[in-house]
């Protein structure tokens, strides 16, 4: 059941240019004015709950949500009731995108931990687009963004070797966070091994033993969900020997 809490930025505000997310969201070069009205977007900051969902697989949609907190990832299910994790959003990351070809959702978006969100209606973020210099710009850079997490994991999903998948998920969330402004090296997983899995396409077992394997080679080391890279190198290694296959 979708429980999460709804609260109004009149009341409870944290402005957008004292976010830490704003190089993020914000295009370079906003006026005054332009902030005014960027922050008058922002209707609502969402609280969400651990477990608990964003939005449900069919519902109408006429927002996006920007992470500002915490994770989310989103799983698709089939008519037989299979489930796979599809994607995993990270703060500042947009979510909902789904929902932009038909206006309704096909995925559920779930949260991995406690989280908050900005929720931004679609028509005046459109609006706000047609009059902002540099807004339209920024919104397809991070749709671009996207986009390209979306090939990314093809990419993971083409590899036979399960080692080589998770490297490449790990590198991929490596570079995320240090997008973010965080370590790159090192950094707690916000998912767990079971969503890793289905994300990637393999069993618990198999991550379990790719994990260990990689622990021992000196690629990583794992305590609980706190993980270093300690030779990333390998990992960019084995992106660019696929790309040149490809």
Request: charged share 30%.
């Amino acid at each position: 059941m979708e429980t999460s809490s709804v609260i109004d930025l009149e009341s409870q505000r944290r402005a957008c240019t004292q976010c830490w997310l704003r190089t993020l969201c914000l295009p370079a070069g906003a006026t005054t004015d332009d902030m005014e009205r960027l922050e008058r977007l922002v209707k609502k900051r969402r609280t969400v709950g651990r477990g608990e969902y964003l939005y449900r697989a069919g519902s109408g949609s006429a927002r996006l949500y920007v992470a500002r907190d915490g994770a989310f990832k989103t799983v698709a299910g089939d008519a037989d009731g299979s489930q796979q994790v599809v994607g995993f959003h990270l703060p500042g990351e947009l979510v909902g995108l789904d929902a932009l070809g038909d206006d309704a959702h096909r995925c559920d978006a779930i949260a991995l931990d406690a989280a908050r969100v900005c929720e931004v209606p679609l028509a005046e973020l459109a609006e706000a687009s047609a009059a902002i210099s540099g807004l339209q710009r920024q919104l397809l850079r991070v749709i671009g963004y996207a986009l390209n997490r979306g090939h990314d994991h093809l990419e993971m999903m083409g590899r036979r070797q399960a080692d080589e998948r998770i490297l490449l998920f790990l590198l991929d969330l490596s570079r995320r966070f240090e997008a973010l402004g965080r370590d790159g090296e090192e950094f707690v997983l916000p998912m767990t091994r079971e969503d890793i899995a289905s994300y990637l396409g393999l069993v618990i077992e198999t991550v379990s033993r790719s994990f260990t394997r990689l622990q021992d080679d000196g690629v990583i080391a794992v305590r609980g969900r706190r993980l270093r890279l300690l030779a990333p190198r390998r990992g960019e290694e084995t992106r660019d020997a696929a790309a040149r296959r490809h």
